[in-house]
């Protein structure tokens, strides 16, 4: 995908500050954080939402979690708890098409269903 910004992070294309790298996930922050942490893990392949899901990338979305919560520890904000969101579709808040999870943390997170 020549024109979605997480492929070009991801490839290494654009600049962002990664925080975490492999042959199949990147991490890096937020340009808005809306917590103290605010990490964002995307595949490096291009992967629209959870609606695009197929079988085949069920190992990579439980390696998207682990190496969540890998960067829980290295923030150290494993102990306090922190949140993954994957917003999906416009009804979902999907602003950027390229599947992501939201790793929020460092204060108490208000939650999202009142
Ligand atoms: P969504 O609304 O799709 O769940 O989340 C998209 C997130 O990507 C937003 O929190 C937004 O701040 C972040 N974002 C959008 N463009 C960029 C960018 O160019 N660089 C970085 N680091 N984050 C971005
Ligand atoms: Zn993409």
Redesign the pocket.
């Known amino acids: 995908m020549s024109d979605c910004?997480f492929c070009k992070?991801a490839s290494n294309e654009?600049k962002?500050?990664l925080v975490y790298q492999d042959e199949r996930v990147t991490a890096?922050?937020?340009?808005?954080p809306?917590a103290p942490t605010?990490i964002?893990i995307v595949p490096n392949k291009h992967i629209e939402a959870v609606s695009r899901l197929e079988v085949e990338d069920e190992a990579l979305m439980g390696h998207i979690f682990t190496v969540a919560r890998k960067i829980a520890q290295d923030e150290e904000i494993e102990k306090d708890g922190y949140r993954l969101?994957t917003?999906t579709g416009v009804n979902g808040?999907?602003?950027?098409f390229h599947l992501?999870v939201?790793l929020l943390g460092g204060q108490m997170m208000k939650h999202p269903m009142g």
């Open positions: 910004i992070i654009m962002a500050e890096f922050r937020d340009i808005h809306a605010h964002l969101i917003n808040g999907q602003t950027v992501h939201h």
